[in-house]
């Protein structure tokens, strides 16, 4: 049952409440701000007494209103009130999970920009080699820094369903430099490029962003050679049947792991066996005929290359 006098104390601090299903109102977030109520807050009490908020854009949550309360720095009185009103408060009991909030350097500048700069110049070339084109700039927001932390660096900025900021990886084109990557400190747990992705039609998983940029279409970048927990998650529950698997071949126990995994979950999977190359060396074209000769995994041939492998 809703609690109807916790509800009016929500209300008077996050605005009116929108009521969504099984107790949940939604609110506008107050830690990401985004401009559609994404904040849930369930209002019928667990047995343990929480009211479970999560914001589906930043996701930050947690299990206690008078907690909430006191991350949005409401006034005492309602830290107060809400705490009077909940069997459960911000006491030792809960563990409330708060998540860096991911923002673009202050130094990010568009290449989509012309400029007479020897950095925008590097950057540029970086990209023509690398078959990344004018197109693909604007369409992934690419830039570039000239100073600070990611100086030298090309930031290619990943975007979730809603179309706001969740990672961004920075590549650096200094040829000398000794680091080739420095990416922000906040959790990968993410869906890289979610917001260009379409779940109805077959999807691409490959290693880093410019491995994604080569691909083009319907692709995500693990960031690595691991699926996080809200990939994987989305992937199972998505309409999506057909799942290529593109790792490089350093990877191919990573990859015949997630095969095997989204086998078990009735997808259709193949396993894209690229030899020495990687897409952003093979190109989109290649890459492409590369796909369309490459035939479904059957648990048979899963087992025959397990066994290839030890």
Not at 139 to 155: A, L, Q, T
Request: include cysteine; aromatic fraction near 10%; hydrophobic fraction near 35%.
């Amino acid at each position: 049952m809703v609690n109807q006098a916790l509800l009016s104390t929500i209300n008077s601090v996050l605005g009116v409440g929108k009521k969504t299903s099984k107790g949940n109102y939604a609110y506008h977030c107050p830690f990401c701000h985004h401009h559609k109520p994404k904040l849930e807050i369930n209002l019928v009490e667990s047995d343990k007494g929480e009211h479970k908020w999560h914001c589906w854009v930043c996701d930050k949550r947690g299990s206690s209103i008078p907690k909430l309360f006191k991350l949005i720095e409401a006034p005492k009185e309602k830290i107060n009130e809400a705490r009077a009103l909940s069997k459960f408060n911000s006491g030792k009991l809960e563990i409330t999970e708060v998540t860096k909030r991911v923002e673009l350097p202050g130094e990010f500048i568009s290449l989509s920009k012309p400029d007479n700069s020897i950095e925008y110049k590097h950057a540029i070339s970086y990209l023509k080699r690398r078959q990344i084109t004018l197109d693909d700039v604007i369409k992934y927001n690419i830039g570039y820094c000239v100073s600070g932390k990611f100086s030298n660096c090309i930031i290619v900025p990943s975007y979730d369903e809603y179309g706001s900021l969740n990672y961004f990886t920075a590549r650096n084109f200094d040829k000398n430099s000794s680091i080739k990557y420095k990416n922000p400190d906040v959790s990968r747990d993410i869906i890289p490029f979610e917001f260009f992705i379409n779940w109805k039609l077959p999807i691409i998983l490959c290693e880093g962003p410019f491995d994604a940029l080569a691909i083009k279409r319907n692709v995500i970048p693990l960031l690595g050679k691991t699926i996080q927990k809200s990939l994987k998650k989305k992937l199972v529950k998505s309409e999506v049947q057909k799942i290529y698997i593109a790792l490089d071949k350093d990877a191919i126990k990573q990859a015949l792991s997630f095969c095997e995994e989204l086998l078990n979950e009735g997808k259709e999977v193949y396993l894209v066996e690229m030899e020495d190359k990687d897409p952003s060396d093979m190109g989109f074209e290649n890459f492409t005929k590369l796909i369309q000769t490459t035939q479904p995994l059957t648990f048979m041939d899963l087992f025959e290359k397990k066994l290839m492998t030890i």
